[in-house]
Nanobody
């Protein structure tokens, strides 16, 4: 089992920044990567960013590329999402997830464990 706890969400004005953290515990050694997803009210959950464990390759949704950065501190079993130049369209609940298999890193069903989510609200 892998347990994930997100933190760092909050209210920020457009153009501001937030740094989300996801602390992992349990069988973290078995994960093949970590991902961040978000779900806005009334919308489907969408891929935001991912990081593979083996080689550290990063992936980003086009909507956040150049603004968001995913990184990790393996010694602390923590993954981060640095969000800069935030827009009102970024408002959503953000979830971190642990991938155990080798499905596409952009697909939510490739991830077996999920955090509880942290709310990010960007005001205009």
């Amino acid at each position: 089992q892998v347990q994930l706890v997100e933190s760092g969400g909050g209210l920020v004005q457009a153009g501001g920044s937030l740094r989300l953290s996801c602390a992992a515990s349990g069988r973290t050694f078995s994960s093949t990567g970590m991902g961040w997803f978000r779900q806005a009210s009334g919308k489907e959950r969408e891929f935001v960013a991912a990081l593979t464990r083996s080689v550290g390759t990063t992936y980003y949704a086009d909507s956040v590329k150049g603004r968001f950065t995913i990184s990790s501190d393996n010694a602390k079993n923590t993954v981060f999402l640095q969000m800069d130049s935030l827009k009102p369209e970024d408002t959503a609940i953000y979830y971190c997830a642990a991938r155990l298999g080798f499905g596409t890193v952009r697909a939510s069903n490739a991830y077996a464990y999920w955090g509880q989510g942290t709310q990010v609200t960007v005001s205009s």
